[in-house]
Each structure stands twice: as structure tokens, then as C-alpha cells.
């Protein structure tokens, strides 16, 4: 059974920093692309960051280059999101996501706010 369990959201001033991660299991991690989406109130999920299986290519939404860094530790069966220069409008839900051809899991989300 796939599960994906998020972590590390929360509330942070405008400027700060997050570590999100995500805990895999049940399938072969180290064989998937994972997917970092987020849905903030009354939008549509936005692809926010993914990372390759084989080479760990990394891509990024634009409103989020040179703030967002998306890893992976195979051996932990752990992707992060490290978040830094925090902005209100990157206030939302983040899941973490599974592809290996198609969707293997979603998780069950975590809290990001961004205030002061």
C-alpha cells in the first residue's frame, strides 16, 4: 500500500524558511519522479517542484526558482522541499506526489502560512 506522509509545514513571517518532507512507502522509491503540488484557498493545484528517479533533474514552477530546492535521500525513501524567502502567496496546502508512469500516491498534505 502507498502512503506518503508530509511534514514540516507551519506558520512563518514573510522572508523565513521551511523544510518540508515526505516519508514513502510501499512502493520502490528510488524508482519514482516526486512531485511537490500545492493548492492555496480557491485556486487549482499548482505543480510546484519535481525530481527525477535516475539522474534527480530537478524543475521548478517559475514563481518559485531560486527560492524552492526539491531532494530526495533514496535511502531515507524521504523527498524534502526546502522554502526559503517565504512570501504570503506562497500561503497553501503542499502534497507530495508519486509517478512512475502514472500516479502511484498523493499525501494527506501539510499547512504552509505565510504572515505576519
Known amino acids: 500500500q502507498v502512503q506518503l506522509v508530509e511534514s514540516g509545514g507551519g506558520l512563518v513571517q514573510p522572508g523565513g524558511s521551511l523544510r518540508l518532507s515526505c516519508a514513502a512507502s510501499g512502493f520502490s522509491f528510488s524508482s519514482a519522479t516526486m512531485r511537490w503540488y500545492r493548492q492555496a484557498p480557491g485556486r487549482d493545484y499548482e505543480l510546484v517542484a519535481s525530481?527525477?528517479?535516475?539522474?534527480?533533474?530537478?524543475n521548478y514552477e517559475d514563481s518559485v526558482k531560486g527560492r524552492f530546492t526539491i531532494t530526495r535521500d533514496n535511502a531515507k525513501n524521504t523527498v524534502y522541499l526546502q522554502m526559503n524567502s517565504l512570501k504570503p502567496e506562497d500561503t497553501a496546502v503542499y502534497y507530495c506526489?508519486?509517478?512512475?508512469?502514472?500516479?502511484?500516491?498523493w499525501g494527506q498534505g501539510t499547512q504552509v502560512t505565510v504572515s505576519s
Open positions: 525530481i527525477t528517479n535516475a539522474d534527480s533533474r530537478t
Open positions: 506526489a508519486a509517478f512512475r508512469g502514472y500516479r502511484l500516491g
